[in-house]
């Protein structure tokens, strides 16, 4: 999506966000009556310049030719006349007889303004094309992704735990076939169903007991991983400069924190538990 606003409309934009800076105590204004009629600019002048920040007791330094609308200008303390960078006329009383006199002090006609008015509408297209990336996904991608989990030792002490529980489990299942051949020792010696019976259940608590534990890292790696992407991209927005905010769509934002953080959050802790919990672990390390 674009957004396409004319240059009068840029004014108008400016000038809200002046209204809104309540801690700001002086504020610039560089003719914010650009491209509206006569009936507009009195009502910018009334119930925003006026009453929204003169009457709130700050100073606006007002750049404009709208030589009439000064007339009705709040608590004006002072006028300047500028003609080409050089001051030609200063005063408090020049708004008694505002246009005749500083457009005499200024000695050009009063068409000049006018004149500056269309290249006003010049439309700007300040939206920039979103940067997408294509193909297959960078291996950096994935190294951010277990630097933010923890860092590559923690990340690789799960794995390892993951690797030791399935090979555990195998053992489990091994064990059990012994303990079946062994029945037919039933009538020696050597058999002792207490021992078989100690060592299955023994393996199978270690089993449990390491599946547990890896899970709850696991859990706490990919908890860890969101949270920090989140904050860094929290961080980098709070800190962008306005023209950052000028030109990207609030809804490209809003998607970084929802559909990109809720990929982060649900689908890959989700893909890569059904990965480490479906494969063999020999086959896959081995």
Request: proline share 3%; charged share 20%.
């Amino acid at each position: 999506m674009t957004i396409i606003i004319t240059g009068g409309q840029r004014h108008r934009v400016a000038l809200a966000r002046a209204v809104y800076l309540k801690e700001t105590s002086i504020l610039l204004l560089d003719d914010p009556f650009h491209a509206v009629d006569a009936i507009v600019g009195r009502r910018l002048m009334d119930q925003c310049i006026n009453d929204l920040l003169l009457r709130e007791g700050k100073t606006v330094v007002l750049v404009t030719h709208q030589l009439p609308l000064l007339k009705h200008v709040a608590n004006l303390r002072e006028v300047i006349v500028l003609n080409e960078g050089a001051i030609v006329k200063r005063g408090a009383d020049l708004y008694a007889n505002t246009s005749e006199t500083i457009e005499a002090a200024m000695n050009e006609p009063a068409s000049t303004a006018a004149a500056a008015a269309p290249n006003d509408e010049k439309v700007f297209k300040m939206v920039k094309a979103e940067d997408r990336s294509t193909g297959k996904v960078s291996f950096s991608v994935f190294l951010t992704y277990l630097k933010s989990a923890g860092g590559y030792l923690y990340v690789g002490f799960i794995l390892a735990l993951y690797v030791i529980s399935q090979g555990v489990r195998m053992a489990v299942d091994w064990w059990l076939a012994e303990w079946v051949d062994a029945e037919d020792l039933l009538e020696t010696a050597d058999y002792n169903p207490t021992f078989y019976m100690g060592v299955y259940f023994g393996l199978g608590f270690g089993f449990v007991f390491l599946l547990l534990i890896s899970r709850f890292l696991y859990y706490r790696a990919t908890l860890t991983a969101s949270t920090t992407i989140h904050s860094s991209v929290f961080e980098a927005v709070l800190g962008a400069p306005m023209s950052f905010f000028d030109t990207t769509p609030v809804g490209r934002l809003v998607n970084r924190f929802s559909g990109d953080i809720d990929q982060i959050d649900d689908s890959i802790p989700d893909t890569l538990e059904q990965t480490l919990c479906k494969a063999n672990a020999p086959r896959l390390f081995i």
